[in-house]
């Protein structure tokens, strides 16, 4: 069920920027796909994502390039690897940087856990989470999202790069 949904969700996603009208400044999301390694890269805003996607059913997803002061952004990463290690393991961890309008570094995020010690899958939600608590006093303006995806079974590092704004 979550591979056909992953499938729905890249061609949602190739498709959706047709429509993004005034946003189209803005990187809603990035991906990859090669040799065997898919990855997503968006941002939503509904902080119980995460529980959502435990359960049976696969949650409804809507990205999001427009957030408020006082508002969540959170930088989703949906993967698919075929790299294993003797074990049959996957192995990625990511390292996150949200940009502030001005260019200084708003929030970094090192070596989080992508996935680790479980077999590799098919499609599934990152482990780690980066929750991005936008504050009254924090400026308003586009700010980016630099992610590396490192497959350290496959030696593959994927950067990703998303945008959003911050309004009033």
Known sequence: ???SYFILLMLVCMFGNL???SL????????????????LFFMIAD????????????????????????QAAL???IFGTDGKDDSGN????????????????????DNLIVW???PAPTMELSWSRAEIWIEQKDPLGIYR???????NNKKVNVDLNLSFLVEG
Request: negative net charge.
């Open 1 to 3: 069920m979550k591979k």
């Open 75 to 77: 930088p989703i990463i």
């Open 90 to 109: 996957a192995n990625l961890t990511c390292d996150l940087t949200v940009i502030k309008p001005d260019g200084s570094i708003y929030a970094h995020f």
């Open 19 to 21: 429509f993004a009208g």
């Open 47 to 70: 902080t119980g994502f995460y529980q959502k996607w435990a359960t049976a059913d696969t949650p409804h997803i809507v990205t999001v390039v427009k957030f408020k002061r006082g």
């Open 24 to 39: 189209d400044s803005l990187i809603e999301q990035d991906e990859y796909h090669k040799n065997g390694l898919d990855v």
């Open 116 to 118: 680790k010690d479980e």
């Open 145 to 151: 999202v630099h992610a590396i995806v490192h497959d």
